[in-house]
């Protein structure tokens, strides 16, 4: 695992567009699997930006969501979905048909169309780099603690903790119970991962998450058996990592570790 501690948040979210664009200039019809929640908007910012200032190319890149609210249509505001639509795909090239997200208002048997998400990214050719963030609790997508780390893609029962995070962004509305996810076992699966992760409310379950032992109480965790996981992290957010000072070392040497991005 390349953990990376960036001076500032916003240094992250410039070094995290970097290597997914390096990325797609490297092989421009990459399947970027995409993360929503509060730690991404940032990157998708700076993505937007490196589209309008280097014509950074989207439109043969296929794009994956990782979760979504059950229950929420993609025209819900508090979808995430439309927080994708929001903040990338209507300020770049996308092309529509390579939009893929799973949807919380899927009709009929729930469980079907999830195989069916499973079957669409393999038949696409699997995910080459998958964007992550993490919850307090140490969950990956919506994958709550003591979920399988074989687990696929699948509808899962919110815990309290993550619902109570979720209020400060639910405005006036109740947060959903139930969420449809990539399992533990779908992400494992993508050819890299980037998690991220900013601020002091993230240092613990980033600890437990990439020092701690491997566990399910600590979904996170698994990212430890990735052969390739990069981790963006700010100080805060590494604030209580035990080998700090050799990942600041290694950050430095970023362009030599990474001299061709992510996949
Ligand atoms: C959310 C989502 C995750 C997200 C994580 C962190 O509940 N299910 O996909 O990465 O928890 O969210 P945030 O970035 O808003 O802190």
New binding site residues.
Partial sequence: MLVVITETIEQGHRTAASLVGQSIMKNPTLRLGL??????IGVYQSLVDLYRSTHLDFSGVEFFS??EFLGLPASSLNSYAALLHQQLFRHVNATFGNIHLLKGDAQGDIMSYCHSYEQLIHDRGGIDVQL?????NG????NEPMSSFRSRTRVCLLSAE?RE??SR?FNETEVPEW?V?MGLGTIAEARTLLMLAFGKE?AKAVAQAVEGPLTAAIPASSIQLHPHAVVILDPEAAGDLKFKDYYQQQSSHLALLLPHGLA
């Fill in positions: 993360a929503a929640g509060k730690t991404p990782l979760d992550l963030g993490i919850g307090i969950h990956l997508a919506f993550t995070a979720l962004t969420a996810t993230k």
